[in-house]
């Protein structure tokens, strides 16, 4: 099987499946889904939605966080994983989105990277989620099962990603990390993936490398 048949088996069939899939991350706009996706690393989605209501309501804007202490932040989030430096990202955050982009998220890699706690991946859930560009994060998730399947041989997160992008056009590639991100968080699972339940095994290099 080539490459480019892996790939469009792999994304004809989740696009026949889930043809619009989304974050699974609360927000009502731009500020909360970056909020929400800075708390998001190593935590569940279903823990951060438990958690940011109450945060969004005490600071539904940068100013208002800006404003706050360290300590208000912390006990709204302290349940999520890395409480201290979340916490405080977020307050750095603001302040540096008040200061520096006018209470605004800049919408360019380079831009938002300066800010306080986001990386690469969150950086790209952005412009992918809240600017519709093309765009694909690369989490735990999305790096375990593109080099499972055979979509990338990417030793690193940077690796995979351009490698994604490289074959995946540049309509479908917010999409793409969704359907990676869902496949890989309910099917092809970490420590056990369910290969009985899964429908594109035949597209699956490390499947049929076993049988």
Known sequence: ???????????????????????ELNYTNNFELLVAVMLSAQCTDKRINMVTPALFEAYPTAEAMARASFDDIFALVKSVSYPNSKAQHLLEMSRM??????GEIPDTMAEMTRLPGVGRKTANVMLGQAFGKAAIAVDTHVFRVANRIGLSNGKTP????????????????????????????????AQKPDCLNCAITQFCKTYNKKK
Not at 97 to 102: A, K, N
Request: hydrophobic content about 35%.
């Open 1 to 23: 099987m080539t490459l480019k048949e892996r790939y469009e088996g792999c994304i004809n069939y989740w696009k026949e499946q889930n043809p619009n899939p989304g974050t």
């Open 97 to 102: 989105l008040i200061d520096e982009f006018g």
């Open 158 to 189: 940077l690796e995979v990603e351009k490698s994604l992008m490289k074959h995946i056009p540049a309509e479908q590639q917010w999409k793409a990390h969704h359907w990676i991100l869902l496949h890989g968080r309910y099917v092809c699972k």
